[in-house]
């Protein structure tokens, strides 16, 4: 396929640039194999590309390359293959461990930086109540419209030079880290014995192994000392923390333009926007694609973008009844499928196309430029799928609830994990996503997952297929269960060794997957029509077509077997599976 036609047409691999062996020279070892010839033409590589620090990538340090993983020769060997890339901008965050929020940390008010990152207090000043802990509490008619993605406040507390706690906001991830004292960190207190020193000591050291609430420690005969002890405890402490940014500052900006035209030198061709709904804040909206505003900064994006000769996919989930889908690709954006995913699964378990054909009869007719996938390195949305109420009205969703619910309580009982979002205090308001390999969500059946395979690699955008999904990969609790408050994630990272890769490159499933995606890949009629014809709810029926070639794909979900007839070369062929 030419290189004019890879952005729209091509099939995009996904993955870290150590999820193939340590790097991505391994993963690019393998796409040099035959087996895997002219399968992708595009690589979506997950930002532990940059350097980063929690959220597997996601809370970025800076957009330079991690030399631990990547180097500029493997970008010479994709661009050998003609492989051309995507990346992602974080557009909402960086890491407390980013030059920006470092120099924050070493300055105080002082810093250069200081309205870089959103002092929670700050932008809440006269809008709420100050508690006890420091941290003011907005009024509830706006606390309420606040959407969140963790239980409690987004807020994550840093020590200033001046010895301040102040509150900054954190959407996403945060981590503290209390390490341990021994007597030197309390020499300075006055008054205080070596036996004294040496209990303090206990009575921290042990609180922090058992995970305890310092600012509830009894420090006993010299308890009048214990702010001072908490100071000293709390300088010694660490963070990790995805710090949202002030789209309001013109140093976030900057720092926009120079990344774009950064990710553009490595060879960037599309542009994932990573959280960029919860960019525009404003007092008394929700805080997630607040309107005018989010469109303002999404067309600044824009222009940077196209400076760069950079493709933008805006990253959103949210309810299909809410109709945000709708509005970004009215806007000419690309968009990510992410109904695909539960729409697949929903339509194998029930053997009833209807939903699924909905929506592809709507990307067809609507003329959505997307990107879909089945696995991801996120999870299965299903939060996507809901109606949502718009001003008053009911906007039915492509799944009933109790549809969304089957699916989710299938994953579940093979073994899955369940992600939700929290209201301010703290309670569940709805479910999120669901995580599993796509693979075990469908019981492990080879023959459902070469169906689904053939399914997307037919409904109209780009393909983004997942690694280990090519290889069948099963659900990893053991990862998932030690992997800390994003471990329901890791249950779909596992890193593949080179002899899995030769293992898998021996079975059928993975060999027929690789033989669907290349014909994706480079059949010129991909290039053209795409037709949802007339069929029976537990048939599929799907044809491309372009000048003289043609694809057709028919399949009968009761049997889970399927037909593709297609021209190579002016001759036709049939598969069967």
Sequence with gaps: MSKENIISHGVMLNAYPDSIGNNLADTIAMLKRPEFNNVFSLFYVLPTFFNSDLDRGFSVI????NLDLVSKEDLKALEALNIQLKFDIVLNHL??????????LKYGNKSKYKDFFINWNTFWEGKGTLGEDGIIIPNKEFLDKLFMRKSGLPVLKVLFPDGSEQPYWNTFYQQITYHKINTSHLDQLKGLTLEDANAVCNIVNQAIENNEDLSALNFENVQHLKAEILQIVN???????????????????????????????F???ILRLDAFAYLHKEIGQSNFFNKPGTWEHLERIKQIATKNNLTLLPEIHAEYGLHLHDEVAEQGYQIYDFFLPGLTIHTLEN???KALLTWAKEIITKGYKTVNMLGCHDGIPVLDLKGKTVDGVYNKGLLEDGEIEAIMNKILDRGGRVKNLYDPAGNKISYYQVNATFFSALGEDEQKLLLARAIQMFMPGIPQVWYLDIFAGKNDYQSADKGGSAGHKEINRTTLTQQDIDTGLKKNIVLH????IRLRNTSKAFLGTVKINDSEAHQIDISWTHENDFAYFKANLQTKLFSIKFSENEITKTWGF
């Design 235 to 265: 300088k010694n402490r660490s963070y990790l923390g995805q710090m949202d940014v002030n789209a309001n500052s013109e140093l976030v900006w900057e720092f926009y333009e120079e990344t774009l035209q950064k990710v553009s030198d």
């Design 513 to 516: 997957q690789l033989e669907l």
């Design 62 to 65: 800076d957009y330079n390359l």
């Design 95 to 104: 890491s407390v461990a980013s030059p920006q929020f470092k120099d924050l």
């Design 351 to 353: 053997e009833n196309s």
């Design 267 to 269: 060879g960037c061709k």
